[in-house]
């Protein structure tokens, strides 16, 4: 099985053309909808601190649900608990989806306890939006933007593989925003206003790249060096002798935005960098410094 692929023949099984976003839009009833899960050694380590855990598990979620435009509501959390894990480790995970739920202003409502063999976090996220913004909007003339810095996350992910016993302060801070993300609920004003196209950063810029140009039948042309990069991964990148932009095309987990928008619509006062434009429609392609590029990133069932 590929995952994206996977999704595409369970959309057209279902005869759903709602599906295929970071979140289900309900016109009627102007609300946005969407779940993630968390399961063990794939996304998370048992020896994270469980709080970051639960933090992460919503601000995942709500990630998806700003994307498209929406302000987070309501949402349920279903649990998959293995025998080794004790209560007072659960309860822990609760303080920070608490933590979380009350930084986004949401309530959870309810969720659901299973027995597993390893440890998952299921949450399911309601949103109210007044305008979808979707991944097929973009247009021929569009700057293609980003929020934040990138790569930051995966670099987190790869000092934490190190287990080292001692961090710098820069490594710290990496490690910190791999283990709790937070989701920009800064822009969603903004996106519902002046976007054209919009999806958060999970996977890796590369990928979300393509399902833009792919959804919306246009080329997108990107220039690596715009590409957004924090002092602490640049450090990363030169202790551990790695390309910084290679992580922050491919490292995933960002949960920053990527979006477009009209060139006259550019806002200062955001941490948005412009890092290309889309210069044709039909045939999607996205090209990097004038070279197609290589569609990197985390996937599931990839090999």
Request: hydrophobic residues 40%.
């Amino acid at each position: 099985m590929r995952e994206f692929e996977l999704i595409d023949k369970i959309k057209k099984l279902l005869n759903q053309d709602i599906i295929g976003d970071d979140t289900a839009f309900l016109e009627k009833e102007k609300l946005n909808i969407t779940c993630d899960v968390m399961i063990e050694d794939i996304h998370f380590r048992i020896s994270y601190p469980p709080e970051t855990i639960g933090f992460k598990a919503i601000s995942v979620n709500v990630s998806d649900i700003v994307a498209n435009g929406g302000q987070p509501l309501y949402g349920l959390v279903s649990l998959m608990i293995p025998e080794y894990i004790e209560e007072p480790y659960i309860l822990r995970v609760y303080e920070g989806i608490k933590s979380a739920s009350e930084f986004y202003n949401l309530s959870i409502v309810g969720g659901n306890i299973s027995k597993a063999q390893k440890l998952g976090i299921d949450v399911f996220l309601i949103g109210k939006v007044d305008r979808f913004v979707s991944r097929k909007g973009a247009k021929v003339g569009d700057d293609v933007l980003v929020s934040g810095t990138l790569g930051d996350s995966n670099a987190g992910f790869r000092l934490l593989e190190q287990k080292k016993k001692n961090y710098t302060p820069y490594e710290l801070k990496l490690i910190e925003r791999h283990l709790r993300p937070t989701a920009r609920i800064d822009y969603i004003n903004y996106i519902r206003k002046y976007v054209n196209a919009s999806m958060d950063i999970s996977d890796g810029l590369s990928s979300e790249l393509w399902h833009i140009a792919t959804n919306s039948n246009v080329v997108i042309e990107v220039y690596k060096d715009k590409i957004p990069l924090s002092n602490e991964l640049k450090l990363f990148a030169k202790d551990n002798e790695l390309d910084p932009y290679e992580i922050a095309l491919s490292g995933g987990e960002e949960y920053q935005l990527l979006f477009s928008q009209k060139p006259k619509n550019f806002n200062p006062f955001l941490d948005n960098t412009v890092i290309g434009k889309v210069v044709d429609e039909g045939k999607p392609l996205v090209l990097l410094d004038g070279k197609a590029l290589e569609r990197k990133g985390f996937e599931h069932f990839s090999k």
